[in-house]
């Protein structure tokens, strides 16, 4: 036998390259229902079979609406599995089929979407995380609106508190993303001429959702990501950093924060646009001690510093009894150069009599920049 007839297939190679390699990721990302992302991503499925890619149908939704429906065609569709909730036939991706037919490439629609009760996986970008995982890449869609720390600037810019949302690190590890754009007069007369909801819809989402403000408040927030995050995956390519590596940033927590979540996301979005890790820094003063707080309390702090996870940061404890030298000393310790912190109340008389946590902690990081985030009506 000839040392070529040892040699093991090409084929072979490539099996074991793809038992190791995490997939690729593809985001298309919106700023509205309508504005035709998973049209371009069947299209891009198209694309990719024509050219003799394994793809398959992961959960792809319509909404009733005929020219996405039509681009399904003949891509193959791997059923969903059904739930029993309260009695209600549910029907979500079915995760298992999926790994067990280890498509090359699989669409999944809303990639922010909340599973039904009984799934192995609460939301769906987990179910793609493990997709990833398992070397098979994945083609998703999603609207700006879904990223966990844009959740106040979206209340506060078009009054929609927005229930599903995904942490920022997942568009991270998109290894592309597409910006599916069209003008808010284009968006508004597609669904004026019943190209996105049914008829007896429109006049109400015209009224709210929306709106030409709105939506072109939500669209400058996509630009604005997109163009955010290209620039940082150039700068990351050149082997540079805008700041030199040398930006740190903490957030200051307490048992009382009113505005935990909304300090969280505003050092987030900071620590992202910075190239920096962050910290959210639990300062537990002796009257905070575990045994002289509330249940409830405990579980708003170990929320808080889930969250902190699920965001890309750091959560951690300091035991002080003073908030400012205490915030102050982990500052000197981790080398932080941004120091983000709530507005507190304080009465007349407080202020007439005693200094505040943030005029003792400009008094005590003089070199470090201090953001106040304000709390929230």
Same mark, same amino acid.
């Given at each position: 036998m000839s040392a070529d007839q040892n040699r093991p297939a090409p084929e072979h190679f490539l099996s074991l390259i793809r038992q190791q390699q995490r997939g +690729? @990721? /593809?985001?298309?990302?919106?700023?509205?229902?309508?504005?035709?992302k998973t049209y371009e991503m069947?299209?891009?499925?198209? +694309? @990719? /079979?024509r050219r003799g890619v394994d793809v398959a149908i992961g959960v792809v939704e319509t909404h009733g609406r005929a020219e996405t429906g039509s @681009?399904?065609?003949d891509l193959e569709q791997i059923p969903r599995r059904t739930i029993e909730f309260h009695g209600v036939t549910l029907e979500e991706m079915d995760l298992d089929a999926i790994l067990a037919k280890r498509p090359s490439v699989v669409l999944v629609d809303e990639l922010a979407h909340t599973n039904a009760p009984g799934s192995r996986n609460a939301k769906r970008y987990q179910d793609v995380d493990e997709l990833l995982h398992a070397g098979i890449n994945v083609i998703s869609t999603l609207n700006i609106q879904h990223?966990?720390?844009?959740?106040?600037?979206?209340?506060?810019a078009i009054g929609v508190k927005v229930k599903e949302r995904i942490p920022d690190y997942i568009l991270s590890m998109a290894d592309q993303l597409v910006n599916v754009d069209v003008s808010a007069e284009d968006l508004r007369e597609r669904l004026q001429q019943g190209k996105i909801y049914p008829k007896e819809r429109i006049d109400t989402a015209l009224a709210n959702f929306f709106t030409q403000a709105n939506l072109t408040r939500l669209r400058e927030m996509a630009l604005e990501e997109i163009a955010h995050r290209l620039d940082r995956r150039r700068i990351d390519q050149d082997g540079g950093d805008r700041m030199g590596g040398s930006e740190r940033l903490m957030v200051c927590l307490s048992s009382g924060s009113p505005s935990a979540e909304q300090l969280l996301r505003r050092a987030a979005r900071l620590a992202d646009r910075l190239g920096a890790p962050w910290y959210a820094v639990y300062i537990q003063t002796p009257s905070e001690e575990l045994h002289r707080i509330d249940a409830a309390t405990q579980r708003r702090i170990s929320n808080t510093l889930t969250l902190t996870q699920q965001m890309g940061g750091t959560p951690m404890t300091f035991k002080g009894s003073d908030?400012?030298?205490?915030?102050?000393?982990?500052?000197?310790?981790?080398?932080?150069?941004?120091?983000?912190?709530g507005r507190t109340q304080r009465s007349w008389l407080q202020r007439l009599f005693s200094r505040s946590v943030l005029d003792g902690l400009l008094a005590a990081v003089p070199n470090v920049d201090v953001v106040v985030v304000g709390n929230k009506s």
């Open positions: +690729r @990721l /593809k985001i298309y990302l919106g700023f509205a229902a309508g504005v035709g069947l299209q891009e499925g198209q +694309r @990719l /079979k @681009l399904i065609g990223l966990e720390s844009l959740y106040d600037l979206v209340e506060r908030v400012a030298s205490t915030a102050a000393a982990f500052a000197a310790e981790y080398g932080i150069t941004h120091i983000v912190i």
